[in-house]
């Protein structure tokens, strides 16, 4: 199956601004629209936090049945990363970011687990 990302890039590259967290995270097949979105978020968060966007999971992971990653609808993004004063903006770059590009943001800082923010497409 090939790479379906929106991008311009390489299958394998990810947008500027942006890292995996470990090379398990995996990106390839990602849905458009939420591949895309990670170019501005990416160049914004690097330009507002002084680093990368870090993606924790992608199409990789175990997750629920219901869940949107094994279809690459859906990536987790670090938040363990900021101060705990920058979390609100981060949320509200993504609230905007998540409205341009048909998207959904879950704050998912208070389940069981490593906190992050979980984004997907909406259908």
């Known amino acids: ?27 390839s097949g990602i ?5 895309a979105a990670l170019t501005p978020l990416g160049l914004v968060h690097l330009h507002l936090f002084n680093e990368p966007l870090t993606v924790t999971s ?7 049945p219901s869940s949107k990653h094994g279809r690459g609808m859906a990536v987790d993004l670090r938040i363990t990363d900021k101060r705990p004063e920058d979390i609100p903006c981060f949320l509200l770059i993504l609230r905007v970011m998540c409205a341009r590009f048909g998207l959904a943001c879950f704050d998912e800082s208070y389940l069981p687990g490593e906190p992050h923010i979980h984004l997907e497409r909406c259908e």
């Open 58 to 64: 992608g199409r990789d992971s175990v997750h629920v």
């Open 31 to 35: 849905e458009a629209n939420l591949f």
């Open 1 to 27: 199956m090939p790479e379906t990302n929106g991008s311009p890039l390489a299958p394998g590259q990810i947008p500027p601004g942006v890292e995996k967290a470990s090379p398990v995270v995996d990106l």
